[in-house]
């Protein structure tokens, strides 16, 4: 079975604050995929990134990183000197052939920046 | 444009009456899928088809029911039976692989009284 755990429900920070958004992650395949989707007030979930278990290369775009290591399951995903444009609720989904391609998706993390 | 269309956004039903969510896609996606999100909550699966004139039950398929006449269209229906429906339901599709994001549609938020 797979799960996927984002233990932080919600979290606040001040403009121009750095914030970590965790991602825990659980399955036996060897071959799976992460993902990160942004949920803004208006609900539609936009995609933010993929990553295959075989690519432990961190990311930047832009303000926004993410850290996938596989030692401790985790895929977290850090927003650099936030801005108010960034609250939303964030999702975490895990990805599996086992699973008929289906997403298992997090509880999600709301974040508010406050100006 | 591509993308996915839900309508309508906001709808109001009495109880014991069935209401059925459109969503249509424009991307040549095979695969698409139905979430139900509630407050504060993360998404669960209702239902989901990977090719036309096939679907199969998520993790709450109870209460619900759909079908896959088309490759751009992925209907829902909650029926009566569902003892819960007030919530928001966002329908998404993909590629046909675990490899590939879903696109979300801006989704339904359906009312009950």
């Known amino acids: 079975a797979q799960k996927v755990t984002q233990a932080q429900t919600e979290i606040s920070v001040v403009e121009k604050e750095d914030v970590t958004l965790d991602c825990v992650y659980e399955t036996r395949d060897t071959t799976y995929y992460l993902f990160w989707y942004k949920q803004p007030p208006s609900g539609e979930l936009v995609f933010l990134i993929r990553r295959n278990s075989f690519d432990e290369q961190n990311e930047i775009s832009g303000r926004y990183s993410w850290n996938f290591q596989k030692s401790t399951s985790s895929f977290n995903f850090t927003i650099t000197a936030s801005q108010v444009v960034d609250s939303a609720v964030y999702f975490c989904?895990?990805?599996?052939?086992?699973?008929?391609?289906?997403?298992?998706f997090g509880d999600g993390t709301t974040l508010t920046v406050k100006p | 444009d591509g993308g996915i269309t839900q309508s309508p956004k906001y709808l109001f039903r009495k109880e014991g009456q069935n209401v059925t969510l459109s969503c249509e896609q424009n991307?040549?996606?095979?695969?698409m899928y139905w979430y139900r999100q509630d407050p504060g909550q993360g998404l669960r699966l209702i239902y989901y088809?990977?090719?036309?004139?096939?679907?199969q039950k998520g993790d709450i398929a109870e209460g619900y029911s759909v079908s896959r006449e088309k490759k751009e269209s992925f209907p829902l229906t909650v029926t009566s039976a569902q003892k819960n429906p007030t919530a928001f339901y966002l329908c998404a599709s993909s590629r046909l692989a675990e490899a590939y994001e879903q696109y979300f549609g801006p989704g339904t938020r359906l009312t009950v009284t």
């Open positions: 991307l040549n996606h095979d695969a």
């Open positions: 989904a895990l990805s599996a052939n086992t699973n008929a391609g289906k997403s298992t």
């Open positions: 088809s990977q090719i036309v004139n096939d679907f």
